[in-house]
């Protein structure tokens, strides 16, 4: 898998004619008692990386380093470092025009932390307007049709690290009863976007019960997870090749 840390300038040069750039987010913020600060960075790279192994340089995709810092300031009752909104859009964009100035017409980017999400979607809507490139965005979470909801350092992320970094998971306490139910974890209408001020805190940090969590149920998150990211990879490549690789007709 070409890194571009690892490449020359002329390696990065010759591979933008046809590589994707591949780009994961995450963020340091609070996961609860029993997961690591930087747990949504280490999942998007550990869904890309196993992604872009499968697919075995078909596509061509060249990973960037992950971007460790997003829009956390939710986190910040406990502990996080948090990019305002217009710091992380600005921060994609120089990244974005930074790749297109260095020759790559294709550029994904792989996020990890629902904060991010909204945030990453319209600078990649922005910068497609003002400059000849294809360009994707996608959580790895929410890929596909049956990707449900991952919560927040409770059963889906625990279960994800343990499968992956078992290492940094330290056993979950039972989360603790709120009520009334969190607002963010509970909407009270369907597509409705609701916000309570200090529920986070109320939450203990997270959005339902870890305790139940496992490798075993991790690892088969993680293999739906890289198996929806490589067919989305393959999507978009078949759908920007023509127009955005050097020398496809």
């Given at each position: 898998m070409p890194e571009l840390t690892r490449m020359t300038w002329r390696d990065v040069r010759a591979a933008a004619r046809t590589a994707i750039a591949v780009v994961p987010i995450g963020s340091q913020e609070q996961h609860a008692g029993h997961l690591p600060m930087g747990t949504d960075t280490m999942l998007a790279e550990a869904v890309t990386d196993r992604a872009l192994e499968r697919l075995g340089g078909d596509p061509a995709a060249v990973r960037l380093p992950a971007l460790p810092f997003g829009h956390s300031p939710h986190h910040l009752f406990a502990a996080a470092v948090s990019l305002?909104?217009?710091?992380?859009?600005a921060v994609l964009a120089d990244v974005l025009d930074s790749l297109a100035t260095s020759g790559f017409r294709r550029v994904l980017?792989?996020?990890?932390h629902g904060g991010n999400d909204e945030i990453m979607r319209l600078a990649v809507k922005e910068y497609?307007?003002?400059?000849?490139?294809?360009?994707?965005?996608c959580s790895y979470f929410s890929l596909g049709e049956h990707s449900g909801s991952p919560g927040h350092a409770g059963h889906y992320e625990t279960s994800l690290m343990l499968a992956s970094h078992p290492d940094l998971v330290r056993p979950p306490g039972p989360r603790p009863g709120v009520t009334p139910p969190p607002l963010f974890a509970e909407p009270p209408y369907p597509g409705l976007t609701a916000e309570r001020h200090g529920e986070w805190a109320r939450a203990g940090g997270s959005t339902d019960d870890a305790t139940g969590a496992t490798a075993e149920g991790g690892a088969g998150l993680l293999e739906n997870r890289v198996t929806t990211?490589?067919?989305?990879?393959?999507?978009?490549d078949a759908a920007t090749r023509a127009t955005h690789?050097?020398?496809?007709a």
């Open positions: 305002r909104a217009a710091t992380l859009q980017v792989v996020n990890g497609a307007l003002r400059a000849d490139v294809a360009l994707g965005a990211l490589v067919d989305a990879i393959r999507a978009f690789a050097e020398g496809e």
